[in-house]
């Protein structure tokens, strides 16, 4: 749930996500296919509790109608509570608690995936997954984010943390982190950028001004273009793709299907760590972007 000018932007960002979803499944080697549901509003409107629910209802109605194709869950600007909402109009609702039969907040499990993503980025780039010498730029402090950076400052990292929301600035005092603007924050002299908030942060303007040497986080679509990639090649930034590294939630939400299991939900999240070495390996052994091997990897398992 998200506010946009204009109906082409929401249908914009719908395609670009599901695209996302797609080969993030097919990476992670999930049964599933990809897709992603925008619900629109309008930009800076707050809906009284009353609209929120009705169109939670009203998107509920959508994804049944479509008879299982589609399975919903929780995502950028909804909650859980609002998963029990929709759940009230379809069953084929994912992310429930626990007692209804759910995996709960995938947060938790996207958060251990990016950690698990940063490690192994740093143990390609400093010869050590290890964070405790690491400094760590942690770029937007919502449900996954403000986990991913509590994460690195148990794992020992230096942290910035950054948001839009000014109202946000308690996290870096209880973590004992810096404080910066996110477009100061993504220049920073650091180790490594963490983007966890809204995409296509990295683009022909912003990557060059760059001085990290790694970029891991959370958010979808963190590329402008496929073209920055190359960019970031160049500059030797190691970029972990984004539908890797963020797959975490989604990798618990699938164990749901066979009876869900915390603990092995878990250990499949952190294989993301080791799907991630294979994808720097094949990137390495073609002279190819990680983009373009985690993409191949992808579009193999699709076509199989």
């Not at 009353?50 to 995502?75: C, K, M, N, P």
């Not at 626990?98 to 990016?114: I, K, N, Y």
């Not at 220049?187 to 296509?200: F, K, Q, R």
């Not at 999240?269 to 080791?274: K, T, W």
Request: proline residues 3%.
């Amino acid at each position: 749930m998200w506010g946009y000018a204009d109906a082409r932007q929401a249908l914009r960002d719908a395609l670009r996500l599901s695209r996302a979803m797609t080969y993030k499944s097919a990476v992670a080697d999930l049964p599933l296919g990809g897709g992603k549901g925008v619900i629109m509003t309008a930009p800076g409107a707050v809906l009284t509790s009353e609209r929120r629910t009705a169109a939670l209802l009203d998107f509920g109605d959508t994804v049944q109608s479509l008879d299982g194709r589609y399975i919903t869950a929780e995502d950028v600007g909804t909650s859980s509570r609002d998963m029990r909402v929709i759940a009230e109009r379809t069953e084929h609702v994912a992310g429930l608690p626990v007692r209804q039969g759910g995996s709960g907040d995938p947060s938790p499990f996207t958060a251990l995936g990016v950690e698990a993503a940063i490690r192994a980025c740093c143990e390609r780039v400093f010869s050590s997954s290890s964070l405790g010498e690491r400094t760590v730029a942690v770029i937007g402090l919502g449900h996954v984010g403000s986990r991913v950076a509590k994460r690195c400052a148990k794992a020992g990292a230096r942290l910035v943390v950054s948001d839009i929301d000014e109202g946000k600035r308690h996290f870096a005092a209880e973590l004992g982190a810096r404080w910066a603007a996110p477009a100061e924050a993504l220049e920073l002299d650091v180790d490594v950028v963490a983007p966890c908030a809204l995409g296509g942060v990295l683009d022909h303007e912003t990557v060059p001004r760059l001085r990290c040497r790694v970029i891991a986080g959370a958010a979808n679509n963190q590329l402008a273009n496929e073209s920055v990639a190359d960019l970031l090649a160049a500059r030797q930034i190691l970029w972990a793709p984004d539908f890797v590294a963020n797959a975490g939630g989604l990798i618990s939400i699938a164990e749901e299907l066979n009876g869900y299991n915390a603990a092995a939900a878990r250990r499949r999240v952190r294989h993301i760590g080791d799907t991630l070495r294979e994808i720097f390996d094949e990137a390495e052994a073609t002279d190819a972007t990680p983009l373009t091997a985690a993409t191949a990897i992808a579009r193999k398992r699709l076509a199989t």
